[in-house]
């Protein structure tokens, strides 16, 4: 029985808290426990109780922008000094094997291995390109402290193997996987009820955190002009923001008010039900204006047989192939996006023959059991 401790940035229900969710509900039981510490309370928490995992909430910090000023960086540092150690004493107390940081946000994991002498994984989410100086930094701390790190993506091994402080031994690729007995097709006639959208009507949809990469004023700059041209069509956004991120939201609302097809965009914040959305969809899009490591959203939709529309950057040229089950294009421009998601909405054949080589993709090399299977030998094999 190997006890794992995994340490992670917040207890939402996004990409990354799905991922982590997924695995520890997979692992076999009997050869792993799991212990996770979250820094606040959320629906992750019991989720993760209900799948088994001893779950605690301790206030530890999260590299975030807010530190990143001389007041902020004596914050972090204090909070970070005391709560370590506290997570440390959990560790002893639990004969905790080994330790999975999950995100490159989350630091604690370094004192454990300094204090402990634990393994230490680091599992990276995310494409950090700027501020440089903390991509430098997270990338020096997790060469000198990981005995492995794991990228979810070709694109985030190849980003970070470019740091002078990484080996490239000490990188692995296991990529994620969703689970086709939650995200799978089925009708969505009583969801676009629920909505009050039309049986017949066209809808261009987006799932995403609202924040600074995901690109949801891209996305409206994109089908604005398609909604001017066809009535029947509809954007469907959906998502939330961080904590103290509201404002994000607040402009958000103010940019869709001021559209001039303000009547056919359609805006929700969290909803736990995705699978649902992507039914809903006759074409998904997720315009990532910064490299997106592995868009878990990109594999849900896939998983329910939908086409999908992107920019051409990070982990998504792993996932869909361009004229096959999407259409990638040039990053950060919404003229391009708009005209691949107008010959998806001007041709059904299309979206449908996409839809159908999106969804044996997401089964053939992102399945869940792969995923789950690859964690497992793993850890298995992390001496």
């Given at each position: ?47 993760l ?22 007041k ?22 639990h ?47 997790m ?66 955190r ?7 004023n ?23 923001v ?11 609302d ?114 869940l ?15």
């Amino acid at each position: 029985m190997k006890r794992i401790l995994y340490l992670h940035a917040g207890a939402e229900m996004y990409g990354a808290d799905k991922v982590l969710l997924e695995l520890i509900k997979g692992l076999d039981s009997k050869e792993f426990e799991a212990h996770v510490i979250l820094p606040n309370d959320g629906v992750l928490v019991e989720a993760l109780r209900q799948v088994g995992a001893k779950v605690s909430v301790l206030d530890y910090p999260i590299l975030r922008r807010k530190y990143f000023n001389p007041k902020g960086i004596a914050d972090y540092i204090r909070s970070y000094n005391f709560y370590a150690k506290q997570i440390a004493l959990y560790a002893r107390e639990h004969s905790i094997d080994m330790v999975h940081n999950n995100t490159a946000a989350v630091l604690e994991g370094i004192y454990l291995k300094r204090k402990l002498k634990l393994p230490l994984i680091w599992h990276v989410h995310e494409i950090i390109v700027k501020p440089k100086a903390i991509s430098d930094f997270i990338n020096m701390l997790m060469g000198r402290y990981a005995d492995k790190i794991v990228t979810v993506s070709q694109a985030v091994a190849n980003h970070i193997k470019q740091s002078p402080f990484i080996k490239d031994s000490q990188v692995e690729v296991i990529y994620n996987g969703v689970d086709n007995a939650v995200y799978y097709p089925m009708d969505a006639s009583s969801i676009r009820e629920k909505f009050d959208i039309a049986q017949d009507a066209l809808v261009i949809g987006m799932i995403g955190r609202v924040n600074a990469i995901k690109g949801q004023n891209d996305f409206i700059e994109a089908v604005e002009p398609l909604l001017e041209k066809n009535e029947q069509a509809v954007a469907f956004l959906a998502g939330g923001v961080f904590p103290g991120e509201e404002w994000r939201l607040d402009e958000l609302d103010k940019r869709i008010a001021s559209s001039s097809v303000v009547s056919q965009i359609h805006r929700i914040d969290y909803y736990d039900k995705t699978s649902e959305l992507y039914n809903m969809f006759d074409i998904f899009v997720l315009p990532s204006i910064k490299p997106d490591s592995l868009p878990t959203v990109v594999l849900e939709a896939m998983a329910c047989s939908k086409p999908v529309v992107g920019y051409n950057n990070g982990g998504i040229a792993e996932m869909v192939v361009d004229d096959k089950s999407g259409c990638l294009v040039k990053p950060n421009s919404p003229q391009e996006l708009s005209n691949a998601i107008s010959l998806l909405l001007d041709s059904s054949e299309k979206r449908e023959k996409f839809g159908r080589v999106g969804y044996q993709r997401q089964k053939e090399l992102f399945s869940l059991e792969s995923y789950i299977k690859n964690f497992s030998e793993f850890y298995d094999n992390l001496q």
